[in-house]
């Protein structure tokens, strides 16, 4: 348990310092997970109760997978890397601009609270990956990518960042 203690202290001391990524969240998401697997361990295996222990560890196992799906990674990452940036924190617009539709309307809203510095990477990838037609056809569509270019198509050439010098990723 102090493992998973020690492991869960070093996430969060990661995501203070760095932000939330894709897998940090889901190392998180992990140790949750294994900590309700081991109580589960206390309260099943340790008690003569060998039976439900399988049972309740895949039970916990769909609980965080039904959380991540209710959550949708890529939406909170852009959260909680767009709140870090307004309060001054360190901020990754590269690694923002990188995720998939699910963020786009997370960062749509969250733009104006931007500095214009911090704001041109991410307005330049919602140009550049949002407005331009999706390869394969009927077979490749989805929700999240349709909602994308449905929100980008009105505001093309409002968003840009022209003259605005972007400095290089760290």
């Not at 206390?42 to 060998?50: C, N, P, Q």
């Not at 309740?56 to 852009?78: D, E, F, Q, W």
Request: charge should be positive; hydrophobic fraction near 45%; aromatic fraction near 8%.
């Amino acid at each position: 348990m102090s493992v998973l203690a020690s492991a869960a202290f070093r996430m969060k001391l990661y995501q203070d310092a760095y932000g939330l990524t894709e897998q940090r969240l889901y190392v998180s998401v992990v140790i949750v997970w294994l900590t309700v697997v081991l109580l589960w361990l206390v309260l099943t295996v340790l008690r003569d109760k060998h039976e439900s222990f399988v049972f309740g560890t895949l039970l916990a196992g769909l609980a965080c997978i039904a959380a991540l799906h209710v959550l949708n990674p890529h939406a909170l990452i852009a959260r909680v890397n767009t709140d870090r940036a307004t309060t001054g924190a360190e901020y990754d617009g590269s690694y923002v601009s990188s995720l998939s539709a699910d963020a786009v309307p997370t960062l749509l809203a969250r733009l104006g609270q931007l500095s214009v510095v911090e704001r041109c990477r991410p307005t330049r990838m919602l140009e550049k990956r949002w407005t331009v037609e999706r390869k394969g056809g009927w077979r490749s569509w989805n929700q999240s990518d349709w909602r994308a270019r449905r929100m980008v198509a009105p505001l093309v050439g409002t968003l840009s960042c022209p003259g605005i010098e972007v400095p290089a990723r760290r």
